[in-house]
C-alpha cells in the first residue's frame, strides 16, 4: 500500500528537549512538507522541500530543524527553542504531475 | 494577510439536502484549488481539486465551482450524509510548491 506515515501518533515530553518527528512516504513524491494545525486554524507551513537535500523554511520554521537526506523521508525535529511547541504535526507530500497534496494521520505532540 | 478565506467556520445541513461550502482568495497567480476533508486527530484527506482553466470539476456527490473574476470557489455537497460531517479546508496553489491553505468551515449533517 502506497502512503504517508507519521510515527508515533502521540507524543509526550518534558519542556526543553528536543523530540523528532518521524515522516516516511512511498509514494515516489519527490516534495515534501511539515504543517501545524492549532485548535480553530487553518495548517501553517513550517518546512518543504522539493528535492533530496534541499529544504526551505515556511512561515513558522522557528524553532523547528528537518532534514532531506532520503526522498522517502523527512523527519522534523522540535527544539526547545520552540515556545509553543503543543500542536497537531502533518506531514504531507506532493504528486508533481497532478499538483495534488496528500497527508499523513498526524502526529500530537504535547509538550509538559 | 490572509490569501485564503473560508468566512463560514461552520455550517448545519438536513441529510439528504445539499452543503455548499465557500471559498475566496485574493491572489490572482494562484492557478489549482483543493479541497480536503478533515476528521480530529486525523490528516485531512483530499476530496477534489480544480485548475483555472476550468469552472467546474465533479466526482460523484462533490462538485466544486470556480468563479475566476470573483476570486471565489465552492464545494457542493449533493446528497449530505451524516458521515460527510468533518472540517472542510479550501487549498490555492501557485506552482511554487506552496500551499496555501483556509482556516477551514466544520459541516455538521444531521440525520
Known amino acids: 500500500d502506497g502512503g504517508i506515515t507519521q510515527s508515533p501518533k502521540y507524543l509526550f515530553r518534558k519542556e526543553g528537549q528536543n523530540v523528532t518527528l518521524s515522516c516516511e512516504q512511498n509514494?515516489?513524491?519527490?516534495?515534501m512538507y511539515w504543517y501545524r494545525q492549532d485548535p480553530g486554524q487553518g495548517l501553517r507551513l513550517i518546512y518543504y522541500?522539493?528535492?533530496?537535500?534541499?529544504?526551505q523554511k515556511g512561515d513558522i520554521a522557528e524553532g523547528y530543524s528537518v532534514s532531506r537526506e532520503k526522498k522517502e523521508s523527512f523527519p522534523l525535529t522540535v527544539t526547545s527553542a520552540q515556545k509553543n511547541p503543543t500542536a497537531f504535526y502533518l506531514c504531507?507530500?506532493?504528486?508533481?504531475?497532478?499538483?495534488?497534496?496528500?497527508f499523513g494521520p498526524g502526529t500530537r505532540l504535547t509538550v509538559l | 494577510d490572509q490569501q485564503v478565506k473560508q468566512n463560514s467556520p461552520s455550517l448545519s445541513v438536513q441529510e439528504g439536502r445539499i452543503s455548499i461550502l465557500n471559498c475566496d482568495y485574493t491572489?490572482?497567480?494562484?492557478?489549482?484549488f483543493l479541497w480536503y476533508k478533515k476528521y480530529p486527530a486525523e490528516g485531512p484527506t483530499f476530496l477534489i481539486s480544480?485548475?483555472?482553466?476550468?469552472d467546474k470539476n465533479e466526482d460523484g456527490r462533490f462538485t466544486v465551482f470556480l468563479n475566476k473574476s470573483a476570486k471565489h470557489l465552492s464545494l457542493h455537497i449533493v446528497p449530505s450524509q451524516p458521515g460527510d460531517s468533518a472540517v472542510y479546508f479550501c487549498?490555492?496553489?501557485?506552482?511554487?510548491?506552496?500551499?496555501?491553505f483556509g482556516t477551514g468551515t466544520r459541516l455538521k449533517v444531521l440525520a
Open positions: 509514494l515516489n513524491h519527490d516534495a
Open positions: 491572489n490572482s497567480m494562484f492557478d489549482y
Open positions: 522541500s522539493q528535492i533530496v537535500n534541499d529544504f
Open positions: 480544480i485548475s483555472s482553466i476550468k
Open positions: 487549498a490555492a496553489y501557485s506552482g511554487t510548491y506552496k500551499y496555501i
Open positions: 504531507a507530500s506532493r504528486q508533481g504531475v497532478t499538483d495534488t497534496q496528500y
